[in-house]
């Protein structure tokens, strides 16, 4: 692995100091996430090339670059990715990257009002886009990097800035509303596979609780399953959540915890956490995702 992530990164290295080629006249941009990609089309949409690495259901945690992804981002005019160790096999990489092509979406923000963790490399929660205000402010800077790079679309870029960023408002507000007529204080508990939806807890009033931490390179033990089911059964949550990124077999074996000592719990569906929904459908953008998760949730815990 060592000697792999190694011609990776001298590969990168040797193109990054190349000259600069765009295909067709425009930016070659990647991304990691589809969060990201999602966003960074919002902005860009027709005045750049744009491909991204992880595609639905792809836990960032655990990708490993292949072949095809040095190509990509050996090619890249810019690179975008969300930082904060969350595409922890590509940290490294990126980090020997270090100039102008790499530009981490964390960046956007002040880490001070980030969720700090003990547990974890970074110190601090990676899944940020659970903050709409924090994906409206990561829209404020993807936007800029833009225009720097293309200044003649500057004017394009600043209007699908503020079209973007009134739709995820929207979205803000109306899923406030949904959540405070429909779901009382007592229920709102999130009991998922792993610590990602912390700011969406922060944010929203809910009670967050991952059987993972916050990285899904950690596994969850027994001790944990049994620690999280008497925690289930003492609060009386009605419904725990698989997630499409990671396998479900923990959160069956916490179900199957609860229930062996004579508490009822279903599963309340599936949560985008760490990837978006394929390609082409609602969930497959950032909005629609959110969406969805907010109406499984309220749906299952109502």
């Not at 100039?99 to 923000?109: E, G, Q």
Request: proline share 2%; glycine share 8%.
């Amino acid at each position: 692995m060592q000697k792999y992530l190694y011609i990776i990164i001298i590969s990168l290295i040797f193109f990054s100091c190349k000259n600069e080629k765009k295909t067709n006249g425009k930016l070659n941009v990647v991304t990691t996430t589809s969060m990201i990609t999602d966003l960074v089309k919002n902005i860009g949409g027709e005045h750049i090339n744009l491909q991204g690495l992880m595609g639905s259901g792809v836990d960032p945690h655990l990708y490993k670059a292949s072949e095809g992804d040095v190509t990509k981002l050996s090619s890249a005019d810019i690179i975008f990715y969300n930082g904060l160790h969350l595409e922890g096999k590509l940290v490294e990489v990126f980090e020997k990257m270090k100039n102008k092509k790499t530009i981490a979406i964390s960046d956007a923000l002040d880490e001070k009002t980030l969720i700090g963790s003990e547990y974890f490399a970074s110190n601090y929660d990676p899944h940020i886009w659970f903050n709409v205000d924090y994906w409206i402010k990561a829209t404020e800077y993807v936007t800029d990097i833009l225009i720097d790079a293309i200044p003649d679309k500057k004017a394009v870029f600043e209007a699908n800035r503020v079209s973007y960023m009134k739709k995820l408002s929207t979205l803000k507000a109306t899923m406030h509303h949904i959540i405070e007529e429909s779901l009382p204080k007592e229920k709102r508990i999130l009991v998922t596979a792993h610590d990602a939806f912390n700011y969406f807890g922060k944010s929203f009033g809910f009670e967050v609780v991952g059987l993972q931490g916050l990285s899904t390179a950690t596994e969850a033990g027994v001790q944990d399953v049994q620690k999280l089911s008497a925690f289930i059964i003492e609060r009386n949550v009605k419904a725990i959540f698989v997630e499409s990124s990671v396998p479900k077999r923990t959160i069956e074996a916490l179900q199957a915890a609860v229930n062996s000592k004579g508490h009822d719990v279903i599963i309340g569906g599936s949560l985008y956490s760490d990837a978006l929904g394929n390609t082409g459908t609602l969930e497959g953008t950032y909005i629609g995702m959110f969406e969805y998760n907010v109406n499984t949730i309220v749906n299952a815990l109502k």
